[in-house]
């Protein structure tokens, strides 16, 4: 586990390089909880990268290139692009929007939390749903039920898969209230 000040101090970096290079981006991962949690630990950050009429991966590069603060590896066998801050933290996952969270990165799939761009509530879900659906982690399950039972009234139904859902409650109970209370909210 990172400690979580010094991942934000890493992704507010790359964050200031993308954004003078006006890449639309948002970071994501169990980051996101530990901030909304006041944890000081965490264990995932990504960064998804709107690559506009371009590939996503190119444009980091160039953002990057200049930059004495990251060096950047490519994963090629699994579609990554790993940016690695110069001091001691893990590397912070490039991944392409659309394949991770939303085809667009703005205003209403994305949010500021200590002024750096994040996926929004509801994003963050949809793709942590996702992911739990592919790989079963427990750590992506403690997001969900976190943010779930934390946030529920923020969230916006249209954006959660409502069958993934239904099979993560079904998994994971304590979930429960809080999904069937978001879906009375819009009258389901």
Not at 17 to 35: D, M
Not at 39 to 57: L, N, Q, T, W
Not at 112 to 117: C, Y
Request: charge should be positive.
């Amino acid at each position: 586990m990172a400690d979580t000040r010094r991942l934000l101090e890493a992704a507010n970096a790359l964050s200031q390089l993308l954004h003078s290079h006006s890449i639309p981006h948002a970071f994501h991962g169990s980051i996101l909880t530990a901030i909304v949690s006041d944890s000081p630990r965490c264990d995932e950050i990504c960064c998804i990268v709107d690559g506009g009429s371009s590939h996503p991966f190119g444009r980091v590069r160039q953002a990057v290139a200049g930059s004495d603060l990251f060096t950047i590896t490519n994963s090629p066998w699994s579609n990554r692009l790993h940016a690695t801050y110069r001091r001691l933290i893990p590397a912070i996952e490039i991944l392409p929007a659309g394949e991770h969270g939303p085809r667009r990165l703005d205003g209403s799939t994305t949010m500021s939390l200590k002024g750096i761009p994040f996926l929004s509530l509801s994003e963050f879900i949809r793709d942590k749903l996702k992911a739990w659906a592919i790989r079963g982690s427990e750590r992506d399950a403690h997001d969900i039920v976190y943010t779930l039972c934390r946030y529920w009234n923020r969230l916006d139904i249209n954006r959660v898969p409502e069958h993934d859902m239904n099979h993560f409650v079904k998994c994971h109970r304590t979930a429960a209230l809080s999904w069937a209370a978001l879906k009375r909210k819009y009258g389901m």
